[in-house]
């Protein structure tokens, strides 16, 4: 975050990418471009600044880069991040991509490839994993633990000591009342208040949150 790091890679040129490429720029860091497996991408920019300078294959020509992970699902970066590590990626080469207007507050803690947008706010003793995303103005507040590749939208909070387990999603302006779990691999819907347990794979939206479908 100090500009003095090694230069960024970003994986999947997605607009997550944009986003991290921003958050980084405004931290100060260096922005290589981006790796994608889509052909029709590779050679043109997706943002002013941002090329497409190959496919994911094309990671052992950057030997320096640090890289981050941006497919928006926890499940295709968790797929990405399998790739790469049989490209012989290891997980020293993960950067984290935290916006100068994220705060980070005493006892917290953020894993390697983990991506924080601005406004986000992680109060006192949060841990948030590896590869996790956590859009703008998301607020986790003390005790809270997000493990890898989740993904928590723009406008959430979480009450105190809460879980969100191994890739959910937790759709935008949802809150969850503390000392909660949602689930592994579970899908909360904008705008849900959850008042129970989510369990894994499932997913719950509404006012108090219920499981959606059958
Ligand atoms: C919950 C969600 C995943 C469901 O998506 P889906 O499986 O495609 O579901 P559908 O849109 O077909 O809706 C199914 C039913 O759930 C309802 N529903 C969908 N999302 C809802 C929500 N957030 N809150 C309450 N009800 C919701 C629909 O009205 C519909 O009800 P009906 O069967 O009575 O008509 C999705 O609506 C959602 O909230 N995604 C998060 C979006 C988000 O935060 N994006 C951030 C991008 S950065």
Not at 19 to 27: F, G, I, R, T
Not at 97 to 124: C, H, K
Request: proline share 5%; hydrophobic share 45%.
């Amino acid at each position: 975050m100090t500009g003095s790091r090694a230069p960024l890679l970003l994986v999947a040129a997605s607009g997550l990418a944009r986003e991290a490429a921003s958050a980084a720029w405004a931290a100060g860091d260096e922005v290589l471009g981006c790796l994608d497996d889509d052909l029709a991408l590779v050679g043109t920019e997706v943002a002013p600044g941002l090329p497409v300078l190959g496919t994911i294959s094309d990671v052992v020509a950057h030997p320096g880069a640090l890289l981050v992970v941006c497919a928006g699902k926890g499940a295709s970066r968790a797929a990405i991040v399998e790739r790469l590590t049989g490209l012989g990626v290891g997980g020293e080469r993960y950067a984290t991509v935290v916006d100068p207007g994220v705060r980070i507050g005493a006892g917290s803690s953020v894993g390697a490839g983990s991506i924080l947008l601005a406004g986000t706010v992680l109060t006192a003793d949060v841990r948030v994993g590896e590869h996790v995303v956590c859009m703008p103005q998301v607020v986790l507040t003390h005790d809270c633990r997000v493990e890898s590749f989740a993904t928590v939208c723009a406008g959430v909070v979480l009450g105190g000591g809460v879980v969100i387990g191994s890739q959910a999603y937790v759709g935008m302006a949802a809150s969850v009342r503390e000392n909660l779990c949602v689930g592994t691999g579970s899908t909360i819907g904008m705008g849900a208040v959850v008042l129970r347990d989510v369990p894994p794979q499932e997913t719950w939206a509404g006012i108090p949150a219920r499981r959606l479908g059958p």
